[in-house]
């Protein structure tokens, strides 16, 4: 170990997640399990691995740069680069067997003229705007553009998809809504004489409670991670996976008045004993925690006790018998209804596991288990 602050990647319990989303399909219906952002942080090369063993049909990442790291890794299942693909990286694309999004007929133009110059065929994902207002086509415009598209002959139109606004909301009407709108752009595609053989819709939260948006492939990221992505989702099968740890590497006694760390944001109301973490906001344990959350040492929950510095954060030991440096201390555990959880750290700061996840910086070594 490089240093004594890691995240523990539990591989069995990606696998065990993805059989358990796959058990909740129709049969024939595939899943894209989508490992951007390293994969939500928790290493895009080795849980690319994993799922490719485990059966994914296809994987979907944000950046083309994101795809071609893991075809430099040996990873050989079909990839989907769901961003737009800027113009000078789509020949790297074709290079390495990466299927695009295009949002538009000039994105498909400027596509098409590269495929030409190459001598390939690219693969291609129509997006189509169903109601996110992000990327994509609107409905209406489908038509026309599948014409277009149609008659370039160095695409090869793979699949068409779109995205769910608020399919984590408990109303439902918006992703009924949106829907409506996929499946007039269908039959739009079906107008113009285009059938791609591959439509998806369902995100994690669709997945869950929209079998209706299911189709020919969903695609699945946060409950792939064993997070819930809504919180009445039903969860009894899906294990988080993740858990961030550290050590204490040094002992302070404070003296009752005392402040600690920057502004002086706690004073001790007694004397106290504080340990020193070597994490802080450099590492994604996020400052908007100091005095907020709590680390789990020994057994017992401790709170975060000043302000949390870039590469280091002070707990309180006053009540810890035997504290001592070198004691393991669990920053983030990988529980759905721990204090610790992604979600509920999420909570304190005012956001989405999401972004708790995909904070832990790169200088935090992964470690992965079974």
Not at 19 to 31: E, I, P
Not at 87 to 94: G, L, N, R
Not at 174 to 199: E, I, M, N
Not at 312 to 320: E, K, R
Request: overall charge neutral; some cysteine.
């Amino acid at each position: 170990m490089p240093r004594p602050t890691y995240a523990e990647v539990n591989l069995g319990a990606i696998r065990r997640n993805f059989r358990a989303l796959k058990s909740r399909l129709q049969s024939g219906v595939r899943m894209l399990a989508v490992i951007k952002a390293d994969a939500y942080g928790h290493g895009a090369t080795a849980v690319g691995r994993t799922l490719e063993q485990a059966g994914a049909d296809m994987f979907g990442v944000a950046l083309v740069e994101e795809g071609v790291a893991l075809r430099k890794s040996g990873i050989r299942t079909p990839i989907l680069v769901m961003g737009i693909a800027p113009e000078d990286e789509v020949v790297e694309a074709m290079q390495n067997d990466l299927a695009v999004t295009v949002d538009s007929v000039t994105t498909a133009g400027v596509l098409q003229e590269h495929a030409v110059a190459f001598g390939r065929t690219a693969r291609v994902h129509l997006k189509i705007d169903t109601g996110m207002n992000r990327l994509g086509l609107r409905t209406e415009e489908v038509p026309e553009a599948a014409t277009a598209i149609a008659h370039m002959d160095h695409l090869k139109l793979e699949g068409a998809y779109t995205h769910f606004a608020c399919a984590d909301e408990d109303d439902e009407k918006p992703s009924q809504d949106q829907l409506v709108q996929l499946k007039s752009a269908l039959a739009g595609l079906r107008s113009a004489g285009v059938l791609p053989p591959l439509v998806h819709a369902a995100n994690s939260a669709a997945i869950l409670r929209i079998t209706s948006a299911h189709f020919d492939m969903v695609r699945s990221g946060l409950a792939l991670y064993g997070i819930r992505p809504y919180e009445a989702a039903p969860g009894n099968d899906l294990r988080p996976v993740l858990a961030l740890m550290s050590r204490v590497a040094h002992l302070k006694r404070v003296r009752r008045g005392e402040g600690v760390s920057y502004g002086h944001r706690w004073k001790a109301p007694r004397d106290s004993l504080l340990g020193v973490l070597p994490i802080g906001y450099a590492d994604g344990y996020r400052r908007i925690l100091s005095n907020r959350a709590q680390v789990r040492i020994s057994g017992r929950l401790c709170p975060v006790r000043g302000t949390i510095c870039m590469d280091a954060t002070m707990v309180d030991l006053t009540d810890v018998p035997g504290a001592a440096v070198g004691m393991e201390a669990v920053l983030l555990e990988a529980a759905h209804d721990s204090p610790l959880s992604a979600t509920a750290l999420a909570a304190l700061c005012e956001t989405i596991p999401y972004e708790i996840l995909t904070g832990i910086s790169s200088r935090v070594p992964r470690v992965y288990v079974e």
